[in-house]
């Protein structure tokens, strides 16, 4: 396939990074991106995979007809970092002038009937509440009669109760189901140096403490073939699971919430 006639068309077909318990939710966000609906929000715990959905549709930038995409990062920032980095986006001159240079630039995409994707992340690990910016953003966007879609990925819906009227879809992305983290392992295992498998009873394992939230399961899994490494053990057993994710990753998972 020719790169330089992809579409957003083109995101139905899942890539491999996508679980098949997870198309659902990708599927709608695709759908939201091609319809242009104005606001979206991708919710989900912690390291359930929100960000790689976000960083899968971004793949297509410059590819799509007319498509602008803006992926902006939201962690740690202030109201006004935020808005900062808005005006980067469209090179506005400077942070003083965000809002009316955003009016301008949206104004221009407007007659060009050009196209636009904002990718919100981590927008609740924001150091302030950035849903009245998201707010008078989408205002903007919307008395510019132009073209853009943003999706807002956060992990507690709670956060954007002021942003509840303006919200068009609402997209929950849950963890990985038994056989979509039995794939990972089985690729994980064969694209190692040496071949280590997990046992049946060990993949049941390795979902009973992770919850299939993928984040969880990626260092498990590392974790588990380094073990298994240093022992020399040729497959991967219930044992060695519960030994690496009580000592190694359990503890770790805990401080990364206390953190957030």
Same mark, same amino acid.
């Given at each position: 396939?020719?790169? +330089?006639?992809? #579409?957003?068309?083109?995101?139905?077909?899942? +890539? #491999?990074?996508?679980?098949?318990?997870?198309?659902?939710?990708?599927?709608?966000?695709?759908? *939201? /991106? =091609?319809?242009?609906?104005? &606001?979206?929000?991708? !919710?989900? =715990?912690?390291?359930?995979?929100?960000?790689?959905?976000?960083?899968?549709?971004?793949?297509?930038?410059?590819?799509?007809?007319?498509?602008?995409?803006?992926?902006?990062?939201?962690?740690?920032?202030?109201?006004?970092?935020?808005?900062?980095? &808005? !005006?980067?986006?469209?090179? +506005?001159?400077?942070? *003083? !002038?965000?809002?009316?240079?955003?009016?301008?630039?949206?104004?221009? &995409? *407007?007659?060009?009937?050009?196209?636009?994707?904002?990718?919100?992340?981590?927008?609740?690990?924001?150091?302030?509440?950035? @849903?009245?910016? /998201?707010?008078?953003?989408?205002? &903007?966007?919307?008395?510019?009669? +132009?073209?853009? #879609?943003?999706?807002?990925?956060?992990?507690?819906?709670?956060?954007?109760? *002021?942003?509840?009227?303006?919200?068009?879809?609402?997209?929950?992305?849950?963890?990985?189901?038994? @056989?979509?983290?039995?794939?990972?392992?089985?690729?994980? !295992?064969?694209?190692?140096?040496?071949?280590?498998?997990?046992?049946?009873?060990?993949?049941?394992?390795?979902?009973?403490?992770?919850?299939?939230?993928?984040?969880?399961?990626?260092?498990?899994?590392?974790?588990?073939?380094?073990?298994?490494?240093?022992?020399?053990?040729?497959?991967?057993?219930?044992?060695?699971?519960?030994?690496?994710?009580?000592?190694?990753?359990?503890?770790?998972?805990?401080?990364?919430?206390?953190?957030?």
């Amino acid at each position: 396939m020719d790169v +330089a006639v992809l #579409t957003t068309a083109h995101l139905r077909s899942p +890539a #491999t990074v996508i679980a098949d318990s997870q198309e659902e939710c990708w599927s709608r966000l695709c759908y *939201a /991106v =091609e319809e242009q609906l104005p &606001l979206v929000v991708l !919710s989900g =715990e912690a390291e359930v995979g929100k960000s790689t959905l976000l960083e899968q549709l971004t793949r297509v930038q410059g590819h799509g007809h007319r498509q602008l995409w803006f992926p902006i990062d939201a962690t740690g920032l202030t109201g006004e970092e935020f808005s900062q980095q &808005l !005006s980067r986006a469209v090179e +506005a001159p400077s942070a *003083a !002038s965000t809002w009316d240079s955003l009016a301008d630039w949206f104004d221009g &995409l *407007a007659v060009t009937r050009g196209e636009s994707v904002w990718l919100f992340d981590h927008v609740d690990q924001a150091a302030t509440d950035l @849903a009245l910016i /998201v707010r008078r953003f989408h205002r &903007l966007v919307e008395s510019a009669q +132009a073209h853009a #879609t943003v999706i807002l990925a956060v992990r507690e819906t709670g956060s954007l109760r *002021a942003l509840a009227d303006c919200v068009h879809l609402w997209c929950q992305l849950p963890a990985w189901d038994l @056989a979509s983290t039995e794939k990972v392992l089985r690729q994980a !295992s064969a694209a190692g140096k040496v071949a280590r498998p997990y046992r049946p009873e060990a993949v049941q394992a390795v979902q009973d403490c992770t919850g299939g939230v993928a984040g969880q399961v990626h260092r498990l899994s590392e974790l588990c073939q380094l073990a298994a490494g240093v022992r020399d053990e040729r497959e991967i057993d219930v044992d060695l699971v519960l030994e690496v994710w009580n000592e190694l990753v359990a503890p770790h998972s805990v401080m990364r919430a206390h953190a957030h």
